[in-house]
């Protein structure tokens, strides 16, 4: 079974633009979150999606948007970006049973640098 | 809000030795707690989850226990190789009457393990 996938896997942009990273879950799994892994801050979590509904969010601007489509596939955008958005931004996905948290499984991540 | 804390920071201990690393959470109304490896510039690999029912799940040389009570957990690793060097992060899981998937992760452990 293919692991999580993130695309790209690096991305370099200028501050003030806007940016979209993809991830698509292991099949069958219908729960995605994401989360950005800074060395100051760790790892954060940014929001969750499942069943294209967003369930959770975490404390961040709303700068910061997602969304997952019918095949549970999931993308983030972020607009005007700032230099403190260059991170490392990693997608997991889970296979909720009855809705109640599962293992996680990550993908490799994209590295995101703001210029 | 719940804060995770592993200590120590980092560790380094000669191959063949037995270890524990440490991870402590202020609420311990829990649904689970999940322990993962990461290494340099990739992403999270899941070693184990423990569900709040549980005490402990074991995997290999990886043993990992979980006391609600005292808002702590251990990942004991046995005869300890160079290939285990990397960080070891714990999360927890959503508190209880939370549905969903957030995790919210302590800073991790640097291990490095020499030959």
């Known amino acids: 079974k293919a692991g999580v996938t993130q695309t790209p896997r690096y991305l370099i942009k200028t501050r003030g633009q806007q940016v979209t990273l993809s991830c698509s879950p292991i099949?069958?799994?219908?729960?995605v979150s994401w989360y950005q892994q800074t060395p100051g801050q760790g790892l954060q979590f940014l929001f969750e999606y499942f069943s294209e509904t967003q369930r959770n969010k975490g404390n961040f601007p709303g700068r910061f948007s997602g969304r997952q489509f019918s095949n549970s596939r999931s993308e983030m955008n972020v607009s005007t970006l700032e230099l403190g958005d260059s991170a490392l931004y990693l997608c997991?996905?889970?296979?909720?049973?009855?809705?109640?948290?599962?293992?996680?499984?990550f993908g490799p991540g994209t590295r995101l640098t703001v210029l | 809000k719940q804060e995770v804390t592993q200590i120590p920071a980092a560790l380094s201990v000669p191959e063949g030795e037995n270890l524990v690393l440490n991870c402590s959470f202020t609420d311990s109304a829990i649904y689970n707690l999940q322990w993962f490896r990461q290494d340099p510039g990739k992403g999270l690999t899941s070693l184990l989850l423990?569900?709040?029912?549980?005490r402990e799940q074991t995997s290999g040389r990886l043993n990992a226990s979980l006391d609600k009570s005292s808002g702590r957990s251990t990942l004991y690793i046995a005869a300890s190789q160079p290939g285990d060097s990397a960080t070891y992060l714990c999360?927890?899981?959503?508190?209880?009457?939370?549905?969903?998937?957030?995790?919210?992760f302590g800073g991790g452990t640097r291990l490095m393990v020499k030959p």
């Open positions: 999360a927890s899981g959503p508190g209880a009457g939370n549905a969903g998937n957030m995790l919210t």
């Open positions: 997991a996905s889970s296979f909720l049973l009855a809705g109640v948290s599962d293992t996680q499984y």
């Open positions: 423990i569900q709040s029912s549980q």
């Open positions: 099949s069958g799994h219908r729960s």
